[in-house]
């Protein structure tokens, strides 16, 4: 009986061992945004486009286990390249020319990016991101930003394919809001 007792509980401890819960460390695959707007550039009109990542740290939160274990999410600082490749993308769209140097410019911010999880008979995870874009014309200014909040239903933990997935999502549909804004768009234009 007490060797039984003993195999059971190293069984336990071993098999404990193997199950670590791991960090996901997302990257953001190229933006592509949706642009639906009838509203459209002049074929001429050239914008210089930049971006910053204005997040103080690169951790968006903590994924959870049904045990109650948790371990970060991160997004590598910055992540302003596929932001500006959105813009730029977006730009093309809209019948404009993206370039290095013009009097048009348009900068694009990731401020916010939050990753929430919460478990109960399904586990659901929260994420929320947030855009502000300035544009520039002719000495004159205008600023938006554009939020996006998505929860997501797992049966079981998500794994870093599903984290990812859900993180390129938000952040596709946030910039895709932006670029559909036809106050922003209508700036541009005139």
Do not use: W
């Amino acid at each position: 009986m007490r060797k039984a007792i003993i195999s059971v509980f190293t069984s336990i401890f071993l098999l404990s061992g193997c199950s670590t819960f791991k960090p996901h460390q997302i990257s953001v695959d190229p933006l592509n945004p949706t642009v639906t707007t009838s509203s459209a550039l002049p074929a001429d009109l050239q914008i210089e486009i930049h971006s910053k990542d204005m997040r103080s740290s690169d951790l968006i939160g903590y994924r959870i286990s049904r045990f109650s274990d948790r371990a970060e999410i991160n997004l590598p600082l910055p992540a302003s390249e596929a932001l500006a490749q959105g813009a730029r993308a977006a730009v093309v769209k809209l019948g404009a020319i993206p370039t290095q140097s013009a009097d048009t410019r348009l900068t694009v911010e990731l401020s916010n990016l939050e990753y929430s999880a919460t478990q109960s008979a399904l586990q659901s995870v929260r994420l929320n991101a947030t855009i502000k874009v300035t544009a520039e014309k002719n000495s004159e200014f205008i600023s938006g930003n554009y939020s996006t909040e998505k929860e997501y239903q797992y049966v079981a933990t998500p794994s870093l394919e599903d984290n990812q997935k859900m993180v390129n999502e938000v952040l596709l549909m946030t910039i895709s809001r932006a670029f559909n804004d036809t106050k922003l768009i209508n700036f541009l234009a005139r």
